[in-house]
């Protein structure tokens, strides 16, 4: 099979591999779209050491099963599939309470971080188990399916202490998850959704998604009921709890750099909730229904379709961030 192959940092090359084994509990599939998620730019760069070369990546994928091995039960060759990110093992404390995304041997597809290697996506075929993929509708395209796990770390941040229709809401950052969060915030009721980021073309997309008021500074929304932060850096961070009312709830989604500072008086004194969020939690289905019955639409945050022959320079391109690029979707 051709794939696309991380050979070293900021190097991508069209390479022939072998098409992955099957064991007896998993499916492979013929992949027909994978998205580009910002943490594979930055695994590209290097920067992350969750990616490291050679490594097959990608992990926001749609497809047909080719062939099922023996031990799985629900699905045939034909059936058109998305799967979750994360390969969880089905056996530890977190998996046997349904939180899968903190499994104590999780594996990400399209990930190399040192204690596993896993490839991913972008490639004519994956292998993954069968207790991780979820059947697709006929009617929802592979280019959108491929936003499905986007769409469910949105809902599992929004879930995770679902506001109030009343309450005053708040997102910080407006990239991908930030707009993903606006539409399901929009969906599970909230009236009052503000959105924030530096971008005026990303602000204009907040507004298409449902906000209702967009800055780009979070001081203009002062003593809001729930902030999302969806960027994940000291500035936004900051911005976040700020931004929040005493006794409000401030959920942690973005985490692009590995510490921040905490202002922990402000937090202590004002009793504002702290929530992590991380990946997604059996939240598959719900975004597909969301998804397939217009209550969450994609087609703006697709940038572009492209052919996997092309991926080293859309990789390039959106490393440069100087295009207003949101999704990248390859095809195999």
Not at 84 to 91: A, E, F, I, L
Not at 202 to 231: I, N, W
Not at 248 to 273: D, F, H, M, Y
Request: proline share 5%; aromatic share 4%; glycine share 10%.
């Amino acid at each position: 099979m051709q794939a696309l192959l991380l050979t070293s940092y900021g190097t991508l090359s069209l390479t022939e591999m072998e098409t992955p084994a099957v064991g007896d509990d998993e499916v492979l599939v013929r992949v027909r779209a994978c998205g580009i998620c910002g943490s594979d730019i930055h695994g590209y760069t290097g920067v992350t050491g969750r990616r490291i070369p050679p490594l097959v990546m990608g992990h926001e994928a749609a497809g047909v099963i080719e062939h099922v091995g023996s031990g799985v039960t629900g699905f045939a060759p034909g059936d058109r599939v998305t799967f979750d990110s994360t390969v969880s093992c089905g056996r530890c404390g977190p998996c046997r309470r349904g939180a899968t995304n903190l499994c104590d041997s999780r594996m990400v597809l399209g990930v190399s971080c040192g204690d596993y290697r896993r490839h991913g996506a972008f490639a004519e075929y994956v292998s993954v188990p069968g207790r991780i993929l979820y059947t697709l509708p006929a009617s929802l395209p592979f280019e959108h399916a491929a936003l499905i796990e986007a769409l469910a770390v949105a809902i599992h941040a929004v879930d995770r202490r679902r506001p109030a229709a009343s309450d005053r809401v708040a997102v910080i950052g407006c990239g991908m998850i930030g707009l993903l969060l606006i539409q399901v915030l929009r969906a599970r009721g909230c009236r009052s959704i503000a959105a924030v980021d530096l971008d005026a073309r990303r602000r204009d997309l907040a507004r298409s998604a449902g906000a209702d008021q967009v800055a780009d500074d979070a001081a203009q929304f002062d003593g809001v009921d729930h902030t999302f932060e969806a960027v994940g850096i000291p500035q936004t961070v900051a911005a976040a709890i700020a931004c929040v009312r005493k006794g409000g709830i401030v959920t942690l989604v973005g985490n692009l750099a590995p510490e921040v500072p905490l202002p922990l008086q402000a937090v202590v004194t004002r009793e504002i909730s702290l929530l992590g969020s991380c990946a997604s939690s059996g939240e598959y289905p719900d975004a597909i229904e969301m998804m397939a019955k217009g209550l969450v639409n994609v087609a703006p945050l697709i940038s572009a379709v492209a052919p996997l022959t092309e991926g080293q320079s859309w990789f390039d391109r959106l490393h440069a961030a100087n295009e207003g690029l949101m999704k990248v979707v390859l095809t195999p």
